[in-house]
């Protein structure tokens, strides 16, 4: 009896996904709940299990191909019979192609969906490639790096034909779009279509922090397991910063204003399909400790394609640290229908005036960009002397002054 394998429910006001990649053949055995195909939302990569143990039977769409809600992937042939005829062949040819199989098989489960099948429409020999994620993943990055690097190497093998032209295709490459990129273009359209954006910025002085960190960072890593970084004092300053100027943590609805008396904060980190904003719930009510294991954890969760649509959902204020790639100053762009989202940025020594003398002191430019429709640029920059104050005297954040 065949079972239909369908698109599962893929999440609030989501109705379409990418197939991103098929882990099993038509023909191949499967077992129940194993994961047989990969689907790509502009959120999330969704695994989508067998529903019974059996064979693909058959196969409906495609990987680049597009589904929605309740579309029917495959046939699964349920049964006893089925599952224990299909062994039988991968017992004959075992022999034949164990040098060439492992190697293949064992880089495309090291690989995105994404890069998988950018890898396999410009025929690139995956094991040739080099991952750059976690885990040496290979990730859409590794793809182009590999496809940018042919070009000069392949010129001497046509020595006959120095007149004739060069490729176009070795020049360009035209690649669709993923789901997610699409999606984060839409919304980045959106926030500078919908909302008055301003910035304001700062320096903040992270000597204190850093002499903290030092100080304890050793005895905090054993204790809790995990480093001790700038983030959880940055989600503290800034939790300090929208109780004062609680229309930073607000949403403009029509005529109305929604005030949020709780703080579920996003942090913006890179994944494998792109940059995702995850969300710290309640983080106003986590230790130092606590915060630091969650970014560490919805980091890692993002680079591994684990993060669900919960996890995406619901935040009241966003930060970004473009700091870690080495960026001195940006303007963000806020994350809809939140009012504000402030930009962290590398630490630089710098000649600064202290007590009527030029000394070095560890300065990082801070960002906030704000909905000015609702917040005014008082609020705004007040908002931000208050990130600076907590950063620069550390010691109020732990005694909550």
Known sequence: MAVELKVPPLGESITEAVVGKWNKKQGDAVSADEPLVVLETDKV???????S???????????GDKVR????????????????????????????PVAAAPADAGADA?????????????????TQLKGSGTAGRIT?????????????PSQPAAPAQPSGPRPNAAREERVRMTPLRKRVA???????????LLTTFNEVDMG?????????????????????????????????????FPQVNAEIDGEDVIFKHYYDIGVAVSGSRGLVVPVLRNADKLSLAELEKGVADLGTRARNDKLGLSDLQGGTFTITNGGIFGSMLST??????QTGILGMHNIVDRAVVRDGQIVIRPIMYVALTYDHRLIDGREAVQFLVRVKECIEDPERLLLDV
Request: charged share 20%; hydrophobic share 45%; net charge positive.
């Open 45 to 51: 990569t969704i695994d989508v299990p067998s529903p």
């Open 186 to 196: 839409e919304r980045l359209i959106q926030a500078q279509s919908n909302a008055a």
């Open 69 to 96: 809600v309740g579309d029917v992937l495959g046939l699964i042939e349920a049964g006893a019979g089925a599952p224990a005829a299909a062994p039988a062949p991968a017992a004959a040819p075992a022999p034949a």
């Open 332 to 337: 963000p762009i806020i994350n809809p229908p």
């Open 140 to 152: 859409k990055e590794d793809v182009l790096g590999q496809l940018n690097r042919p070009a000069a």
């Open 110 to 126: 090291r690989m995105t969906p994404t890069a998988r099948k950018m890898a396999e429409e410009n025929k690139l020999d995956v």
């Open 208 to 244: 204190e922090v850093m002499a903290l960190r030092k100080k304890y960072n050793e005895k905090f890593q054993a204790k809790h397991g995990v480093k001790l970084g700038f983030m959880s004092f940055f989600v503290r300053a800034s939790i300090e910063a929208l109780k004062a």
């Open 53 to 63: 143990a059996g064979s693909l039977a058959s196969v409906a769409f495609k990987e």
